[in-house]
């Protein structure tokens, strides 16, 4: 299995772009997670799905922020517009219907985002 | 609400010397305990995980960790330290039906040739 694919791996973009993040899970995991990593938050859960279901987006910071997951292998990440205090790598994770909680998450590689 | 609490936000250690992370938790149910590894510029790796079956459990690449629910800590162990082992380690936690994870904030371990 190649894993949690994400892309970009980085992005640079200027302050009011919209911005795009990609993640495909593991074939056969239902749930997907988006994780946030910054040096003064740490690790932030921001939404998760289960089935392509929305679950829980308590963590999502604001509306610019949205995540859709239109089938089981595709999910996206978007922000409108951006703004610098966006800058963070993005972790998309997932795992089987068994249970995140007893089998834990597998990780992509992330994405470096950049807002200048 | 569950949390973990990693103490020592660095830590570093000669190469060949026991490595021991810290992770206190808090939980009112009997939680489900991790450690991950994350190397720079890649993405979290499990190292092992505690789900209610034996308390000290053993890991990739050396490591085990021991559940010891009266002094509600699940602390990181190798018994000795690698150059390779230079990485950001987090502890997490969960519990039963509950399919989120909580971070702790991460110890970078550095090892000192």
């Known amino acids: 299995d190649a894993g949690v694919i994400q892309s970009p791996r980085h992005e640079v973009t200027e302050m009011g772009q919209e911005v795009t993040l990609r993640c495909k899970p593991i074939?056969?995991?239902?749930?997907l997670f988006w994780y946030r990593q910054t040096m003064m938050r740490g690790l932030e859960l921001l939404i998760y799905?289960?089935?392509?279901?929305?679950?829980?987006d308590s963590g999502m910071p604001e509306d610019r922020f949205s995540a859709k997951m239109p089938n089981a292998s595709f999910s996206t990440l978007k922000i409108q517009p951006s703004e610098p205090r966006d800058s963070a790598v993005y972790f998309c994770?997932?795992?089987?219907?068994?249970?995140?909680?007893?089998?834990?998450?597998?990780f992509g590689s992330g994405t470096r985002l950049t807002v200048v | 609400a569950q949390s973990v609490t990693q103490l020592g936000s660095h830590v570093s250690v000669s190469e060949g010397a026991l490595v021991l992370l810290r992770c206190n938790y808090s939980?009112?149910?009997?939680?489900?305990l991790f450690w991950y590894v994350q190397y720079p510029n890649q993405g979290l790796q499990l190292l092992l995980k505690?789900?209610?079956?034996?308390?000290l459990v053993k890991g990739i690449n050396g490591f085990e960790a021991e559940f010891k629910k009266s002094e509600t800590s699940f602390h990181l162990t190798k018994p000795s330290a690698h150059m390779s082992d230079a990485a950001e380690y987090f502890c997490?936690?969960?519990?039963?039906?509950?399919?989120?994870?909580?971070f702790g904030t991460g110890t970078r371990l550095t090892i000192i040739p």
């Open positions: 994770a997932s795992s089987p219907l068994t249970g995140p909680a007893n089998y834990g998450y597998t």
């Open positions: 939980s009112s149910v009997p939680p489900y």
């Open positions: 997490a936690i969960s519990n039963f039906g509950n399919e989120k994870l909580t």
């Open positions: 505690y789900t209610s079956a034996a308390t």
């Open positions: 074939s056969g995991h239902d749930y």
């Open positions: 799905f289960n089935n392509n279901v929305p679950i829980d």
